[in-house]
């Protein structure tokens, strides 16, 4: 199994991160928990993005150790001891000879010999970076030593946030299978068709492209499309309907995120045209903002913008841009009624990925630089069982969402996912067509 990266890359993280930290400290990160589904059947594993980071080590029962007890920094992985018995039930292990020959640490341990290195060094050192509630071992042993613990996250998620070449070149493939995925759904489309049946589609690209989803598929017709983490998928979608798909991949270990909304008929009512053609220019709006130097909340205040006004001029709103937008740092106003989540995300390892950037609160987030990867996602959700607010009769059952994965350069926004139609023109044109 050889590693995503060249082994250089590993190591200029490495150095990247432990650059920065105090002499005389203790780095122990814990790749994530086994978690059960039923009785003795476990979900499928997935590394904790930070083990994946610095050491591309994916398998269960893990500890990447960094320490500098000797004045040098000295790198060690405690893994799953070879067992061929074990091995037999539950696959192959490299052990620790063989992560310590082709992986990019110096040395490897069994994972049974945690707390027996570790505890000598806690004595030796003055802080212990550690991630908590991850590894109860580790969890235990720190709580025992009374030593000071400091969490690591801020130091890496600055380095995870900008990408390398080599991760863009991956964010690419996973956006361009993405791409192909949703548009393999939309030949699909039909009046009455499942949700789940466009979800097979969609996850059998990824699965027979040697990819994964990075989130659980979302795949919501009509109503649905305005409940926003809506996955249970098991309704068909009415002749006349829109569905909303909000599905993307992982592929070695990077994540893709798409949205897409169409008729499933393949031609848009007027009031679905409304709607979509205001989500889709406030998401260009937003897209556009995507230059680095630009605070994180400027690009949801674009699209904002736009959406409160579009909400004025369909008479959806009745009250001034200034009242609909509401506070002018926090942007509260009755809009998000019909557009309550943010307008995007970082992108990376993990599909909300590290780097902050909240909105919807009065922090301007941080400033975009070339190398971050975001999401640009405004919607409108019309819910028709709403009772929270008015829902005009015309838009009633409406929810659209369009989402791209935007590249920050230097040269301004780069769109991961082109490939994939937003335009009505191209939806329908493809929607219900065979390849
Ligand atoms: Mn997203």
Redesign the pocket.
């Given at each position: 199994m050889p590693l995503t990266f060249p082994i250089s890359e590993y190591s200029k993280r490495q150095s990247a991160f432990l650059g920065q930290l105090p002499s005389n400290s203790l780095v122990l990160i814990s790749t994530n928990p086994r978690s059960i589904r039923s009785n003795d059947t476990h979900y499928p594993f997935r590394a904790n993005s930070y083990m994946l980071y610095l050491c591309d080590w994916d398998e269960s029962d893990s500890v990447w150790m960094a320490s500098n007890s000797t004045g040098e920094w000295e790198t060690t992985l405690f893994v799953l001891p070879r067992d061929t018995k074990a091995e037999i039930w539950e696959g192959r292990r490299v052990g620790p000879e063989g992560a310590a020959k082709y992986w990019p640490v110096d040395k490897a341990h069994s994972i049974m010999d945690l707390s027996e290195v570790i505890r000598p060094l806690l004595g030796d050192c003055s802080v212990v970076f550690s991630i908590a509630g991850l590894n109860p071992e580790i969890d235990a042993l720190l709580n025992d030593s009374n030593i000071e613990t400091a969490n690591p996250k801020s130091y890496l998620d600055q380095l995870r946030v900008i990408k390398s070449e080599a991760e863009i070149e991956i964010m690419r493939k996973s956006a361009d299978l993405a791409s192909e995925a949703h548009i393999l759904a939309m030949r699909e489309g039909n009046p009455g068709v499942g949700e789940w049946h466009l979800q097979s589609v969609i996850e059998s690209c990824f699965t027979s492209n040697n990819a994964q989803w990075a989130?659980p598929s979302i795949v919501g017709g009509g109503d649905n499309a305005a409940i926003l983490h809506y996955n249970t998928n098991q309704e068909s979608v009415k002749d006349g309907d829109l569905v909303l798909i909000?599905a993307?991949c992982e592929v070695q270990g990077y994540a893709s995120?798409i949205?897409r909304t169409w008729p499933v008929n393949g031609r848009f009512t007027d009031a679905q045209r409304e709607i979509y053609e205001l989500v889709l220019k406030s998401q260009i709006a937003a897209i556009e903002v995507c230059r680095p130097g630009a605070r994180w909340v400027e690009f949801h205040n674009a699209a904002s913008r736009v959406i409160a006004q579009g909400l004025i001029d369909l008479g959806i709103l009745d009250c001034t841009l200034e009242e609909a937008i509401g506070d002018p740092n926090d942007f509260d106003g009755p809009y998000r009624n019909y557009f309550m989540h943010g307008t995007?995300?970082f992108?990376g390892l993990d599909?909300?990925d590290v780097g902050g950037g909240r909105q919807g609160d009065d922090d301007p987030g941080p400033k975009l630089m070339p190398g971050m990867v975001i999401?640009v996602?405004p919607g409108l959700y019309f819910g028709s069982w709403r009772t929270d607010v008015n829902i005009p009769e015309r838009y009633a059952g409406i929810g659209v969402r369009i989402?791209d994965d935007v590249l920050v350069t230097a040269d301004g926004p780069l769109v991961l996912t082109s490939s994939c139609p937003k335009e009505i023109s191209e939806l329908e044109a493809i929607i219900g067509q065979e390849g």
């Open positions: 989130y909000d993307g995120d949205t995007g995300h992108l599909v909300h999401t996602e989402e």
